[in-house]
């Protein structure tokens, strides 16, 4: 049997809700448990990528958000695979799993699949509304 790659920068799935946003500070309880497989891209009200800075917990319309521990790539890098912690409280990697990224040029593409309980996959969009004092406490764990 032979498997053939399928190529994120042509082949994904927007990402696009306004609620899984990390600047949206409703709670509501929305997971990726679900997801299937696959590669992603982030767009429109939910941003342009997965934010790479800890995201304070119930943003990005669940309990335990999800941000890429670890820098985007170069395109020259090409796919490589990088961790997504899940915040708690002051715990900013409660939980993690390993994805893939790419940089497609414009944008990048994630190759994920369904999280943990609880847990959901954010864009960058609303960076701004953070807290203080969380941004104090996100900087304590870099």
């Known amino acids: 049997m032979v498997l053939l790659e399928v190529d994120g920068c042509t082949n994904y799935t927007v990402l696009s809700e306004a609620d899984r946003a990390q600047g949206n500070a409703e709670l509501q309880y929305r997971y990726d448990s679900g997801l299937l497989p696959g590669w992603y891209r982030f767009q429109g009200a939910a941003g342009d990528?997965?934010?790479?800075?800890?995201?304070?917990?119930?943003?990005?319309g669940t309990r335990r958000p999800g941000w890429l521990n670890g820098v985007h790539p170069t395109v020259a890098e090409g796919v490589v695979?990088?961790?997504v912690c899940y915040s708690v409280f002051h715990d900013c990697c409660f939980r993690n799993n390993s994805i893939k990224v790419k940089?497609?040029?414009?944008f990048y593409v994630y190759e994920l699949q369904?999280?943990?309980?609880?847990c959901r996959y954010?864009?960058?969009?609303?960076?701004?509304?953070l807290h203080r004092s969380f941004v104090s406490i996100a900087n304590l764990n870099d």
Request: proline share 3%; aromatic share 6%; glycine share 12%.
């Open 49 to 60: 990528q997965m934010p790479d800075k800890c995201v304070l917990k119930y943003r990005c």
């Open 81 to 83: 695979t990088r961790k």
């Open 103 to 106: 940089n497609c040029s414009s």
């Open 114 to 118: 369904g999280t943990c309980s609880y």
């Open 122 to 129: 954010c864009g960058n969009a609303g960076a701004g509304k």
